[in-house]
């Protein structure tokens, strides 16, 4: 082995985990956007500008959705092929598909994978290589089912053609990027055609809320199943993250139906019956969390309908799963510290259980931060858009950004070079986190307490 090679591989070994994570999502990135740039991407033959094959390729890496062209309009079979790569890789993350590919040929994993792995998983105290097998096992599985029932109807409508459809839509459905490949009918149309269709949109709105979920609660639900099977425990329980996480995704679920219905009963929804109305209330509240499919032109609702979704694009999916967002349990334990102060107590409770104060901060962190990047990228927009552009529109582009979740206002295509700029920067720290982005470029990585630091005299400060 030359001295350069092994060098290299010294550097890359001392890095860490958190920033080789980061800048492995940057690598995907930087080449997704260099081969979409070529001839052979573009369904013209033609060149693509870089900035828009650079948006294009942060928007799939980071599962977001958000285009500046039509997927099927613009771009040629094979740059689909790429995107829909870009989607895979983003949703699962490169960690994630060489350890667990490892794993599956029967390697053992190394203490530099174990501590990729972990931090992927946020630090999860699980058996790490058999949650990467569970991982790329429920993906592929749910994929393949997903692909399988949407070719029921795809296949007969549009022959062969149905079958690519069928895996792509599954795909990007599971990796909640919200990408689609229906415009050869009308561009931009998403799948607006099937709002009255439960195979299609029950499947898509399945799909995204188990790529939602987290495969921490894939693993603990499994573990749980096997305890009650196997009789290891006479009443086992789920853990207190996978229970958050499963009631939470219900309620906000349940409450975004029921908003949508109420708001756009007369309006967007005018014209179906209560049960047509229920399914796409349904299948908006489910994609506005994350996914950013659509069966309902988002332009056309009311201001008070963006608003509603904003706040559930802000939420997003939850922790190691393929959403974005400050995810489910961060607003959980936010709502709660909020509770428990107006209650007047020193700690955090969730379900009868004290919550670190170091979740705390770290969720106090990372919400502060993302409305700060909100509302700088907001901005930026405002200010460099023509005066014509709707607040709300903004808002709501830079929130779909942040979340990856790729609804939009219709605004996308015609914002200019430093809009497209901000919200690519926007989608990347929606995907890696924000936190995990400053430890990434910062020399400080957070592991563990400083060993300088001393014992420092209370400050007192009036708040409130």
């Known amino acids: 082995m030359s001295k350069e090679k092994f060098s290299l591989i010294k550097r890359l070994k001392e890095v860490s985990p958190i920033r ?19 001839p052979f991407s573009s369904r013209s033959q033609q060149f ?79 058996d790490t290589p058999r949650l990467l097998r569970t991982i790329l096992l429920f993906t592929f599985a749910f994929e393949t089912i997903g692909a399988l029932l949407l070719a029921i109807r795809f296949v007969p409508q549009f022959g062969s053609y149905g079958i690519w459809l069928s895996i792509f839509t599954s795909v ?12 050869f009918t009308t561009p931009y149309v998403g799948l607006t055609g099937y709002v009255h269709d439960p195979l299609v949109s029950l499947t898509v709105s399945a799909l995204i809320a188990l790529g939602g979920l987290g495969f921490l609660v894939y693993s603990d639900i499994y573990l749980w199943l096997q305890k009650k099977r196997k009789g290891i425990e006479k009443h086992p329980h789920l853990t207190v993250h996978s229970s ?75 922790p190691a799963s393929t959403g974005g967002g400050i995810k489910t349990t961060t607003f959980v334990v936010l709502i709660s510290t909020i509770i428990s102060v107006l209650r007047g107590r020193d700690e955090t409770m969730i379900m009868k259980r004290r919550v670190d104060k170091s979740i705390v901060y770290r969720a106090l962190t990372i919400a502060i931060l993302a409305l700060l990047l909100i509302c700088i990228t907001s901005g930026i927009m ?23 979740v790729g609804l ?3 605004i996308t295509p015609d914002l200019g ?38 014992v420092a005299p209370d400050a007192r400060i009036v708040v409130g």
């Open 20 to 38: 080789l994570i980061v800048f492995s999502f940057l690598a995907i990135i930087i080449v997704g956007t260099i081969l979409l740039i070529f």
């Open 48 to 126: 693509t500008p870089p900035l828009d094959a650079l948006f294009t390729a942060t928007s799939a890496t980071c599962v977001t959705g958000l285009a500046v062209y039509d997927t099927w309009t613009h771009w040629s079979d094979l740059g689909q092929g790429i995107i829909l790569s870009l989607i895979q890789l983003g949703g699962l993350g490169l960690v994630t598909f060489t350890t667990g590919f490892t794993l599956l040929l029967r390697r053992k994993l190394g203490l530099r994978d174990m501590q990729l792995a972990k931090e992927y998983t946020n630090g999860s105290v699980m």
């Open 172 to 183: 990007s459905a599971y990796c909640n990027a919200g990408f689609d490949i229906m415009g």
């Open 244 to 318: 958050v996480v499963l009631r939470t995704t219900l309620a906000l679920i349940v409450i975004g139906t029921v908003l949508f219905l109420f708001l756009e009963y007369n309006h967007s929804l005018a014209g179906m019956n209560i049960f047509q109305k229920i399914h796409a209330s349904l299948f908006q509240s489910v994609s506005a969390r994350t996914a950013g499919f659509s069966t309902i032109n988002v332009a056309d609702q009311y201001d008070s309908t963006k608003l509603m979704t904003i706040v559930l694009m802000f939420i997003g999916a939850s």
């Open 382 to 404: 405002m200010v460099v858009e023509p005066d014509g552009l709707s607040a709300v529109d903004v808002l709501f582009e830079a929130v779909s950004a942040f979340g990856t």
């Open 408 to 410: 939009s206002a219709g």
């Open 417 to 454: 070079a430093l809009s497209k700029i901000m919200l690519s920067f926007t989608m990347f720290v929606g995907r890696v986190g924000p936190i995990s982005l400053i430890l990434a470029l910062s020399a400080h990585q957070g592991n563990g307490r400083n060993s300088q630091e001393t």
